[in-house]
Nanobody, 114 residues
Framework: QVQLVESGGGLVQAGGSLRLSCAVSTSMFRLNNMVWYRQAPGKQRELVASITVGRLINYADFVKGRFTISRDDAKNTLYLQMNSLKPEDTAVYYC????????WGQGTQVTVSS
């Protein structure tokens, strides 16, 4: 069973930055399109950013210009650089394969204070 371990979250003031990491337990990582999702309290999980095997990238409109997704296939790790954070970015952030078919990790909490 694939394990996903997200890290790098924390408490930050509005305008600050965080870098999230997602360590994936299988080298199959390099063969899969990957996605960052987030879930705020009382809301459904939503897609934040995606990156394909070929490095094609897409962002949700609400993070364009502020977040950068990247991957290191040698380390089986997915990243999300988050800049210019806003209070509305407060959520638990998760990574998964596109379609969300791997078992979900515990996520990493991001809290942005105003």
């Amino acid at each position: 069973q694939v394990q996903l371990v997200e890290s790098g979250g924390g408490l930050v003031q509005a305008g600050g930055s965080l870098r999230l990491s997602c360590a994936v337990s299988t080298s199959m990582f390099r063969l899969n399109n990957m996605v960052w999702y987030r879930q705020a309290p009382g809301k459904q999980r939503e897609l934040v950013a995606s990156i394909t095997v070929g490095r094609l990238i897409n962002y949700a409109d609400f993070v364009k210009g502020r977040f950068t997704i990247s991957r290191d296939d040698a380390k089986n790790t997915l990243y999300l650089q988050m800049n210019s954070l806003k209070p509305e970015d407060t959520a638990v952030y998760y990574c998964n394969v596109a379609g969300g078919s791997w078992s979900w990790g515990q996520g990493t909490q991001v809290t942005v204070s105003s």
